[in-house]
């Protein structure tokens, strides 16, 4: 098996177990994302202070702390879930800022949060058929629809498997493939992933992130990774950005990161 950093350095690697390469391709819907000085919270608390991060086109930015760093509150303020309280989230250049979660899902930004929210009274298909409900209505053709389907199907092979059965039934690797699949199918241009391999079998997170991988080289879909396996978040980035406490305390190329000792030991644990 090949482990996600080999993956992030060979174009057209084949699949993993599960998750097959989609058809997309790199290209101009590729979308920046940039946030400036944002400050959000919760109450009194402030989670954010003052926050600046970049994620260019097409790339996968690994948002790396430990517990109460303020990452999930991040991408919860990017996709409209928490409003900030000032500072900027633009899409390429656009503000965006203080958006609802449904505006941010019309501009094709899809949030994956932690806990992999399927539903389980429903099919799987049914799962997956939730994805569109962003869709612009012109586009809700039963051929879009089918053709969307078969995508995440060739993408995700397990679940075409499973397509029938109730998504309680899933293992928690095909649940997370579930999840991730259900927002690909709104068809964003920007991912947020919210601590994926979280809970997962060592041989299942080596999948899930390797398709994080191939979504960001094949798909052209920018990404931004919330971890806490750092090392392994790492590996298959562009960029890294560290949190501490609500505030960024370092921000780089993901390779600089990873070889700071110093940063490591301090904010990473490894």
Same mark, same amino acid.
């Given at each position: 098996?090949?482990?996600?950093?080999?993956?992030?350095?060979?174009?057209?690697?084949?699949?993993?177990?599960?998750?097959?390469?989609?058809?997309?391709?790199?290209?101009?819907?590729?979308?920046?994302?940039?946030?400036?000085?944002?400050?959000?919270?919760?109450?009194?608390?402030?989670?954010?202070?003052?926050?600046?991060?970049?994620?260019?086109?097409?790339?996968?930015?690994?948002?790396?702390?430990?517990?109460?760093?303020?990452?999930?509150?991040?991408?919860?303020?990017?996709?409209?879930?928490?409003?900030?309280?000032?500072?900027?989230?633009?899409?390429?250049?656009?503000?965006?800022?203080?958006?609802?979660?449904?505006?941010?899902?019309?501009?094709?930004?899809?949030?994956?949060?932690?806990?992999?929210?399927?539903?389980?009274?429903?099919?799987?298909?049914?799962?997956?058929?939730?994805?569109?409900?962003?869709?612009?209505?012109? #586009?809700?053709?039963?051929?879009? $629809?089918?053709? /969307?389907? @078969?995508? =995440?199907?060739?993408?995700?092979?397990?679940? +075409?498997? &499973?397509?029938?059965?109730?998504?309680?039934?899933?293992?928690?690797?095909?649940?997370?493939?579930?999840?991730?699949?259900?927002?690909?199918?709104?068809?964003?241009?920007?991912?947020?992933?919210?601590?994926?391999?979280?809970?997962?079998?060592?041989?299942?997170?080596?999948?899930?992130l390797d398709m994080v991988?191939?979504?960001?080289?094949?798909?052209?879909?920018?990404?931004?990774l919330v971890e806490q396996?750092?090392?392994?978040?790492?590996?298959?980035?562009?960029?890294? #950005?560290?949190?501490?406490?609500? $505030?960024?305390? /370092?921000? @780089?190329? =993901?390779?600089?990161?990873?070889?700071?000792? +110093?940063? &490591?030991?301090?904010?990473?644990?490894?």
């Amino acid at each position: 098996m090949t482990s996600p950093a080999e993956a992030h350095g060979a174009d057209g690697a084949d699949g993993a177990d599960g998750a097959q390469p989609g058809p997309g391709t790199k290209g101009p819907d590729a979308a920046s994302l940039a946030v400036e000085d944002l400050v959000a919270g919760y109450g009194e608390v402030r989670a954010l202070d003052s926050v600046t991060i970049t994620a260019s086109p097409a790339s996968i930015t690994a948002v790396l702390g430990a517990n109460g760093a303020g990452k999930t509150t991040l991408l919860r303020a990017i996709s409209g879930m928490v409003r900030p309280r000032s500072g900027r989230v633009l899409l390429d250049g656009a503000d965006r800022t203080g958006r609802s979660p449904e505006d941010m899902a019309r501009a094709r930004v899809a949030h994956v949060p932690e806990g992999q929210g399927v539903i389980p009274e429903l099919t799987v298909e049914e799962n997956l058929r939730l994805g569109m409900m962003s869709w612009p209505g012109i #586009v809700k053709r039963r051929a879009d $629809r089918s053709a /969307a389907l @078969a995508e =995440a199907y060739e993408r995700f092979g397990v679940l +075409a498997d &499973r397509r029938r059965k109730l998504a309680g039934t899933l293992s928690g690797g095909e649940r997370q493939m579930l999840v991730i699949a259900r927002a690909l199918v709104a068809r964003p241009r920007v991912l947020l992933l919210d601590e994926p391999s979280l809970g997962l079998a060592p041989r299942i997170m080596t999948q899930v992130l390797d398709m994080v991988v191939r979504l960001s080289q094949e798909s052209g879909i920018t990404v931004v990774l919330v971890e806490q396996n750092a090392r392994a978040a790492l590996a298959i980035a562009d960029r890294g #950005v560290v949190l501490n406490l609500g $505030r960024v305390v /370092a921000a @780089a190329d =993901a390779k600089d990161l990873a070889a700071d000792v +110093a940063l &490591r030991h301090h904010y990473l644990g490894f």
